[in-house]
């Protein structure tokens, strides 16, 4: 099998790498980082620097790859050193709405169109992209986080739009949304205080979660997962 983890110099892309290496250690693994490649002994793992949201590099990645069976899109961005989460609506800016579509929803866009190809040579063609529970327009109750939650309803509705194009053009592929629960990494790091005991989930945790349900995908109709929303238990998440 060949992997590619997309964000895997953070948290749970990281320990999306580490659970890979130590579980399957024959398969080939391709990672990506945008800043710093974390180092491994693993000699099945390759790094890449990669510019996620540039066409361009990921254009280029695809061709440097090759044949890819799973990727796994990690990336992500719910605040950073310019932005916070727009409790209101006079929060909001036009550049932090941007940069969230930029991050959270256009990679996907941008892989599903230039590792199609390389996807339809494996036998059981997987992508799946990190999303949030927030991104569901059924679910959303609480209001807030305009930047964040637009992006990732953004990212579901591609997700979703590949699949039906998928399910027509590419029968052996799924691609799904996966919501990973309050994950104990720098993206939650602020927003922790109030969560309950019990679902404040590790890293580990997380990726054991998702490579379980990319597994199970593969053992069943691959039309039972394609074009889905799960949540870190295999439960489904209205869109």
Known sequence: MKVLVLGASGGIGSAMVKLLESTEPEW???????NNAFSTACQN????????????EVKALAAQIGHIDWIINAVGMLHNSDFTPEKRLKQTS??????????????????????????KKSEQPRLVTV???VGSIEDNRLGGWYSYRASKSALNMLIKTISIEWGRTF???????FHPGTTDTSLSKPFQANVPEGKLFTPAYVAQCLISQIEKSCLQNESNFNGKFLAYDGSEIPW
Do not use: C, G
Request: aromatic share 10%; charged share 15%; hydrophobic share 45%.
């Open 28 to 34: 080939e693994v391709h990672a990506t980082y945008n």
């Open 45 to 56: 793992t390759f790094w890449h620097p990669l510019d996620v949201t540039s066409e361009h």
């Open 94 to 119: 036009s550049e932090q709405f941007m940069a969230s579509m930029q991050v959270n929803a256009l990679p996907t866009l941008l892989l599903a169109k230039h590792f199609e190809s390389n996807l």
């Open 131 to 133: 999303s949030a529970r």
């Open 171 to 177: 029968k052996k592929a799924a691609i799904f949304a």
